[in-house]
């Protein structure tokens, strides 16, 4: 059975099932295109010359577009665990299967069917994104016997928070960018909650109290110690700090009143990307295990409705998937040979030129899922000096507080942090054992780092490993290849303008490495 999901709207894409195993999963803001895009032609042609015959369901996941004067559903609409809709319907002349579920079941089917091949009488999923947020308690067969509402708009109240504090939005009328959520979490680990007065945690208690954050009731907050101080100052750090500490606290306290303790918890939604909120619920003995998918915010949406389509047409909610099943590298260009050197990968000689200082844009096989680069779309660099970490947001033009994350080779984790536990797609915070890699480690001395396995990663744990053999330890800077605001980069074109207008001296694609003349 061939399954084509859609998730329509903002952080568009198509993902495509056959006989149980994800084939395709097509984000439309990669290939550099605009962070968050809805689905794009572009994206249909992409997976029509990729799939080799006509899908038998076409998945329409739910959503609610502005249409007039009020929001109307697409398809099965934006909440709700309701039954999803089959019909019957022509395809390019073809009959196929349609069907829809709603967003928050794309969520949940997306948490359920991509956790490991489990059976469980009951289990529960966390939706926590930028509307939803409940926890939804599921039998044996799926259905949802329960759902816990907990705290509408999480996300886009966490969101809200650092609105508060920037000067230049405005105090009505607006809606938080989607990844004020992002810059806030860098931004509370230079808090401190228990430094917050009571002011402060007044007013954050008032964040968690309003109504709605669409739009963001900001001139509510003008009294707030926080509202215009900007996002950097101490005001702001702590009450970030505080947020991130009552929400977690809110929905673990709803956890054990309504949950029965013992059960594997799923999670779906963006608040998922929170490696903080990550790791404490991986600490809580309240749940016997916890599985996030690394794509777990909207971008695994059109996953989350194939893998529901699968359950209602076979009874097996399963996918075997891989981190990358995006599409495979451009070749539209050739470096220009009289500034580019095109050489053999040579992992031991570039171990070496990254020890001394290079920064080298990293190219292998297909892109990743999900909005984090875990070694296919990669900028690397070495771990040691906070200057690294600083250059690397230069010319990523992000800004100065926002950390940058390791990926390190799995027989090095246990010697460079405290905890030791594979972490492949780059979801927990851990705690570093010593001060020696300042590019990687956040104020609070936590990392968010990628855990790298030989037969995961062959290209990556290989170049690991050469770096180990200079430097002790297999670990280096990994942040995303990608130019401001847009989705990775996937073509030799791109790749070429990246590296030239940010000063990189070295490009590596697959076993080719492409050395700037005279660096």
């Known amino acids: 059975m061939l399954v084509m999901g859609i998730k329509p709207g903002h952080d568009g894409s198509l993902a495509v099932i056959e006989d149980g195993r994800l084939v395709l999963s ?36 739910g959503w609610e577009a502005t249409g007039g004067a009020t929001h109307r559903p697409v398809g099965a609409g934006y909440d709700g665990t309701a039954p999803p809709e089959l019909r019957k319907m022509r395809f390019l002349g073809e009959q196929v299967t349609h069907f829809s579920s709603s967003h928050v079941r794309s969520h949940i089917m997306s948490a359920v069917g991509m956790a490991p091949r489990e059976y469980h009488s009951q289990q529960a999923v966390l939706v926590w994104e930028g509307v939803v947020g409940s926890f939804y308690l599921l039998d044996g067969s799926l259905t949802v016997v329960r759902e816990i509402p907990v705290l509408s708009e999480p996300g886009a109240r966490y969101a809200f928070l650092f609105a508060i504090a920037d000067p230049t939005f405005p105090d009505s009328g607006a809606v938080p960018d989607l990844d004020f959520s992002g810059k806030l979490m860098a931004l509370a680990s230079y808090g401190d909650a228990d430094a917050a007065d009571a002011r402060t945690a007044e007013a954050v208690e008032r964040v968690l ?24 100052a101490p005001e702001a750090v702590n009450a970030a700090a505080l947020l991130n500490r009552r929400i977690f606290e809110v929905f673990a306290e709803a956890a054990e009143r309504h949950l029965p303790p013992g059960l594997p918890l799923r999670i779906a939604g963006g608040c998922g990307l ?19 998918p690394p794509c777990t915010n909207d971008s695994g949406s059109a996953i989350g409705t194939a893998i529901d389509a699968q359950y209602a047409m076979t009874g097996d909610p399963f996918v075997d998937w891989e981190a990358d099943s995006g599409l495979e590298f451009v070749r539209d260009a050739e470096p220009d040979p009289g500034r580019w050197e095109r050489l053999p ?6 171990s070496r030129l990254i020890g001394g200082g290079h920064v080298v844009a990293w190219v292998q096989g297909r892109w990743e899922i999900g909005p984090r680069a875990l070694g296919h779309r990669s900028i690397l660099a070495e771990p040691f000096a906070a200057a690294t970490r600083d250059r690397l947001n230069t010319i990523k033009k992000r ?5 940058i ?15 030791d536990f594979p972490d492949p797609h780059m979801l927990y915070f851990r705690t570093l054992r010593s ?29 690991l490993s050469a770096f ?14 990608n130019f401001k605001a847009r989705g990775f980069v996937n073509r030799m074109s791109d790749l070429v303008d990246f590296c030239e207008a940010h000063g990189l001296d070295d490009m590596v694609v697959d076993d080719v490495w492409f050395r700037r003349r005279g660096a």
């Open 345 to 350: 990968l040579d992992h031991g000689e570039l």
């Open 274 to 292: 929170n490696c903080d909120w990550n790791t404490l619920w991986r600490r809580s003995s309240f749940f016997s295990s916890v599985f996030v």
């Open 405 to 419: 994350a390791p990926c390190c080779r799995i027989e090095d984790v246990g010697k460079v942090f405290e905890e």
């Open 435 to 463: 001060s020696d890699f300042a590019a990687v480690t956040h104020v609070d001395g936590s990392a968010r780092a990628q855990t790298v396995e030989p037969a995961q990663n062959p290209p990556l744990h290989a170049l």
């Open 468 to 481: 180990a053999d200079r430097h002790g330890v297999g670990m280096l800077c990994n942040t995303s290849l």
């Open 399 to 403: 800004e100065d507080y926002r950390p």
């Open 209 to 232: 109290d309003v109504d709605t954050i669409y739009p963001a009731p900001k001139d509510l907050f003008r009294g707030a110690p926080f509202h215009n101080t900007g996002v950097t």
């Open 26 to 61: 097509l984000e439309s803001e990669k290939d550099s295109f605009p962070r968050h895009a809805e689905v794009t032609p572009m994206t249909f042609l992409d997976v029509a010359e990729r799939v080799g015959r006509m899908p038998d369901v076409v998945a329409l996941g």
